[in-house]
């Protein structure tokens, strides 16, 4: 990898930041987006197409939405795939499908490639500082071999074993996440209407068995009128969760407590919510609820 560009495909709300962030490190990028625009604004060198990026580069990262765009940039005759070399390595921080993931892995194997999948967690607010942590799934040792790029859009870098388990992981935790926000925000809207003082509210949850990653983190901001824009949106979070429940399907896992954020976060895309941050969640539970808003 020494002297060659870093190859990036997506450069997005996520991506463009990992890519600021690699190139203010001094490491050299080869961008690719379909917003051609956003490539020359993240510092990196605009490629010309998929192709050029698969020939170029012996690293290569994706940062996409889920894994029907992974496979669009892998497949076909000018995509990565027919491109491969041996050697060459393909870091897949999209939030995907182990099951796709695996497939990718085996198919880039036979052609002497290591496709490895990232999952990432930290949000916007992480990538633009270079503290994510990434959840890795591939060969042992692939972490270490990683590091010297992954070092700068990463705090936190844990190696989850074979090749799917990263994204299993980022699935994992992202269900959580979508649970505990929705969860949050219902209170919130709860405490409003009950009359509570919901500071006073947030400080008694996150001293006793409710808190959680939102009551900690997020809702102190937006009860103060700070929903902390730029992060994953409503719609992205219906996907994860979707994927998550596909994940839970094949492992033959009983999923009951996914209706409950499916919910929310479709009422917040009914409501016109979908493409804004998720926080805005409780907005919506809100205008279910009477028009109850939590913030100051």
Known sequence: MAGQPIGFVGL????????????????????????????????????????????????????????????????????LLANARGGQTIVDLSTAAPSSTRRLAARFADKGATFVDAGISGGAAAAEKGTLTLMIGGPAGIDQQLDPVLRHIAAKVVHMGASGNGHATKLLNNFLNAVTLAATAEVMVAGRKAGLDLQQLLDVINSSSGVNFASLNRFPHIIRGNYLEGGLTGKLMTKDIVLYTEMASELGIASLNSAGPLASFGLGTALGYGDQISNRVVDAIGDASGGVRVSE
């Open 12 to 79: 997005g709300n996520m991506g463009g930041r990992m890519t600021r962030r690699l190139v203010a490190a001094g490491l050299p990028v080869l961008g690719l987006d379909k917003r051609s625009e956003v490539v020359a604004g993240c510092g990196a060198v605009p490629a010309g197409s998929l192709a050029e990026i698969a020939s170029t580069c012996d690293l290569v990262l994706l940062s996409l939405p889920d894994s029907h765009a992974v496979e669009a940039v892998v497949d076909g005759e000018t995509g």
